[in-house]
């Protein structure tokens, strides 16, 4: 049961320097998100894709770009990257996004730490 | 605008003891409530979710939730604590039928259970 995969699961990167992270859902959800995580800051959502083909901002989506490259895949790019964006990234997916009661499914996080 | 208040950013209780997580919500009426954990290096994992069918909800690990509308609370329980438990809680809300959000995550508790 893979659930949602995300990779990289560790990455250091360089002050300026773009990286993509990667997320994929097996079960054949509609919707999928993109959190980061900070101490003391709970999750904040940087951007989200309702279904297939949309993509709409979060809380924190500067210095962010995504994609839904398909139903099961969404990715979100830091195209130069900045210290105050070392943070835990998570992947998530539910079935539905707007007044839903099917629970958000996670992945285990990709921590990025920015030099 | 909805919103979700975890009360204690930091819990610790004694193995066995009473655990008591308070979560209070604000949103359209009926909301779907949901708790998370977080253990150490990993992803959010459902615990339970709140959906209307029953005022009382039972969870995975022998927590539980009660939801008072009267007092906007879905606060979570387990009658002894292990040390297993030690994690972080997360209550989250899924706004009402106007809403155009997705998920509203409180900002966690870190629950310590000392042996």
């Known amino acids: 049961n893979a659930g949602v995969t995300q990779t990289p699961k560790f990455q250091v990167l360089k002050t300026g320097q773009s990286m993509t992270l990667q997320c994929a859902q097996d079960?054949?959800?509609?919707?999928m998100y993109w959190y980061r995580q900070d101490p003391g800051m709970g999750l904040r959502l940087i951007y989200y894709?309702?279904?297939?083909?949309?993509?709409d901002k979060g809380e924190v989506p500067n210095g962010y770009n995504v994609s839904r490259l398909n139903k099961r895949e969404f990715s979100l790019r830091l195209e130069s990257a900045a210290p105050s964006q070392t943070s835990v990234y998570f992947c998530?997916?539910?079935?539905?996004?707007?007044?839903?009661?099917?629970?958000?499914?996670f992945g285990d996080g990709t921590r990025l730490s920015i030099l | 605008a909805q919103s979700v208040t975890q009360l204690g950013s930091h819990v610790s209780v004694s193995e066995g003891a009473l655990v008591l997580l308070r979560c209070n919500y604000s949103s359209s009426v009926p909301p779907y409530l949901f708790w998370y954990v977080q253990y150490p290096n990993q992803g959010l994992q459902l615990l339970l979710k709140?959906?209307?069918?029953?005022?009382l909800v039972k969870g995975i690990n022998g927590f539980e939730a009660e939801f008072k509308k009267s007092e906007t609370s879905f606060h979570l329980t387990k009658p002894s604590a292990h040390m297993s438990d030690a994690a972080e809680y997360f209550c989250?809300?899924?706004?009402?039928?106007?809403?155009?959000?997705?998920?509203?995550f409180g900002k966690g508790t870190r629950l310590s259970v000392i042996a």
């Open positions: 989250a809300v899924s706004p009402g039928l106007l809403g155009n959000t997705p998920l509203v």
């Open positions: 894709s309702a279904s297939e083909g949309t993509t």
């Open positions: 079960m054949n959800h509609n919707s």
């Open positions: 709140y959906t209307s069918a029953a005022t």
């Open positions: 998530a997916s539910s079935e539905e996004t707007y007044y839903s009661n099917q629970p958000q499914h």
